[in-house]
C-alpha cells in the first residue's frame, strides 16, 4: 500500500524551526516561528491558565465524553467574547473545535455540505496554512489584493474593487485583526467599507481571528465581526485561543455560525454536530475546559485580560525598538511601516537573498518572505539583530 507514496516537502516554518536548533551559534535569533515569547525568549504558560489548571485538577470529577460541541459553558464564554450582544442569540451556534486549524477545517466542510463547488476570496497574501488547509478540503481559493509590497500599505481601493465584482453567494475570509503575515490591518472606517461591500453583494464573510487582543484590545479586535452581525443574514466566525491564552499545544478554538434565523440556526448546529462526528468525534477538553472557567470568574478573566495587555504591550515595545534601531543604522532606508503593524507579524520588506544572507552570516532566521515574528526580539538581541539588517540591506 504505501509504496505508492512519495515523500512530501517539509513545512517551511517546522523546517526553519530545526535549522535555528541545530545552528550552534548563541547570537542566532528565531524569527520564523508563530509563538509568543517573552523578554527571556520563552513561551509562558500565562499565570491565569496555571491557577484555572490547578483548581480543574482538584475540581473535576469526570472525564467522561462531552459531545460533538464540546463544552457549553466554553461556547458561551467564547460567543459573548467574540459578539458581545451584537447579535440575536437565536441566530447563533458555537461549537468547541480543536484549535482555529480545526474550526477552519470544519467550517470549509460545512461549506461544502451547503453547495457543491464554494469560492472563497482570500487577501493574498494570507496565513500560508490557509491555502492548503482550505484548499485541500475541497474550497476553491481567489485571491483579492491586500498587501501593497512597495508601499507596505493596505491596498483597500483595490481590495473593494475586487470584491464588487465577486459573484453572488462567493465567500470572503478575512483576518479579525493581526492579519498574519503583514500585520496590517484596515481602519474602522475601511471595514465598515470592505462590510459595505460584503451586504451589498450579498457575500458570505467568514472571519478567522486567531490573535484576539493581540491588536489593540480584546473587545476593539471584534469589530468587524460585530460590524459584520448588525448588517448581514449569515457569518461564519473561526477563533482560536492558541495564541491569546497561550494553550497552542492544548488545541482549544471554535467555530461560529450566525444564521438568518432561529430555524435555520438549528439547521446549521444539527449539521456542524454530525460533520465532526464523522470527523474527529470531539474536540479535546483540557484547554477549553481551562478557557471557559478563566471566562466566568472575574478575578481569572481579569488577570487573563491583564496578561492579554502585557503581551500586546510587548509586542509594541518590541516593533518600536527594532524600527528606532534600524532608524539609527540606517537612515536612509524607511522601516516605519513596522509600527503600523499590529499583533506579532510583520513584513520586513527585504529580498529573499537578503533574509538567505541574514541566516547564513548572521543566524538570524526568517521565512522568505520576510515576515518576522516581532516577539523573537529583546532589548538585549535587538542591537545585533539591527546590525545584521543594516549590514545585508
Ligand atoms: C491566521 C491564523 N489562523 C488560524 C491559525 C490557527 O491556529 P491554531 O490552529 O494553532 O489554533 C493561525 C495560527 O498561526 C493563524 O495565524
Redesign the pocket.
Known sequence: MFETLQPMPADAILGLIAEHRDDPRPEKIDLGV?VYRDAEGRTPILNSVKKAERRLLDSQDSKAYLGTAGAPQFNAGIQDLTFADSVDAERLVTIQTP????S?RVAAGLLLRARQSVSVWVSEPT?ANHIPLLGGAGLELKPHPYYDTDRHVINVDAMLDTLRKAPVGDVVLL?ACCH?PSGLDPTEDEWRAIVGVIAERELLPFI?M?YQGFARGVDEDAFVIRELAARVPELVVSN?C?KNFGL?RDRV?SLSFLAADAASRDVVSSQANNYVRTLYSMPPDHGAAVVSMILADAALRGEWLDEVTAMRARLEAMRSLLNDALQARNPSRDFSHLMRATGMFCFLGISPEEVQRLKKEFGVYMVDSSRINVAGITEQNVGYLADAIAAVV
Not at 99 to 102: I, K, V
Open positions: 508563530g484549535g482555529g486549524s480545526g477552519l496565513w483576518h498574519n478567522d486567531a482560536s492558541s497552542y478554538g
